[in-house]
């Protein structure tokens, strides 16, 4: 780990001071960055939501149908994130020739809906990544015993209630956990990112892949150390959280 992260340090010093404060590589770093920290927090809340409403959803019920729906949703993450881009543009280009057609049948005029859309992007992340979110949402919520879900009942609380005001303020480390785990797999991803993301929306995924493809080693070392750093945060902050609990 020490010697590429010295040698990217390295480049990236070199470049930078190539570039100057004003270069191209400031405005460029600033509009990637910006681009990447919205799609990860979106696709971390969006998996965050729908893990809690598996987890949620298991732990009231407990029958066989909800603990295979909530194992067959998180089988994404097995899966390369190239087929579940694939898959992913393949179901959302069919429903958006339907939904063309539907709307052409009220007069309006539009070529797409869902493709290429950001709406499309995040659904594809949370298929590749809800088993992170799940792993760590799972985990905080077996720690809370079932005999405080049966006194709530017993006190005439709903399901919503007791979620809200038992279940989450009992599992925010857990829920911390997720959504930071979930925000730097997708800053990493490149092929769903490639596939799937709006037109003029890169991240510093693509843009260090692309400057690397074209042998710009130095100038692929800034963002590469952005993503690296970011990865960084999260371990740093869990590990400590972990230590004083």
């Not at 590749?128 to 077996?142: E, P």
């Amino acid at each position: 780990f020490l010697l590429p992260t010295v040698q990217l340090v390295i480049w990236a010093v070199r470049e930078i001071a190539q570039q100057g404060p004003g270069g191209t590589l400031n405005v460029a770093f600033r509009r990637y960055t910006a681009t990447t920290v919205g799609f990860a927090s979106l696709a971390a809340v969006a998996a965050l939501v729908w893990s809690l409403i598996l987890a949620t959803s298991v732990r009231a019920s407990g029958r066989p149908f909800e603990k295979s729906a909530a194992k067959v949703a998180t089988i994404g993450y097995a899966m390369p994130g190239a087929v579940v881009g694939v898959g992913v543009l393949l179901f959302v280009t069919g429903l958006d020739r339907t939904l063309v057609t539907l709307l052409e049948s009220f007069g309006l005029s539009v070529r797409s809906v869902l493709t290429g859309s950001i709406a499309a992007l995040t659904f594809a992340y949370v298929v590749r990544f809800l088993a992170v979110s799940q792993n760590s949402v799972d985990a905080a919520l077996s720690r809370i015993r079932p005999s405080l879900d049966e006194a709530a009942r017993t006190l005439g609380a709903s399901q919503p209630r007791i979620v809200g005001r038992i279940h989450l303020p009992i599992m925010r480390r857990g829920l911390f956990a997720a959504l930071a785990l979930v925000f730097v797999d997708v800053m990493k991803e490149l092929p769903i990112t490639l596939l799937l993301r709006p037109f003029g929306s890169d991240t510093l995924a693509i843009w260090g892949y692309l400057l690397a493809a074209e042998g710009f080693w130095e100038a692929a070392a800034v963002p590469s150390l952005a993503i690296l750093g970011a990865g960084l945060i999260p371990v740093v902050l869990l590990t400590t959280a972990s230590g004083t609990s």
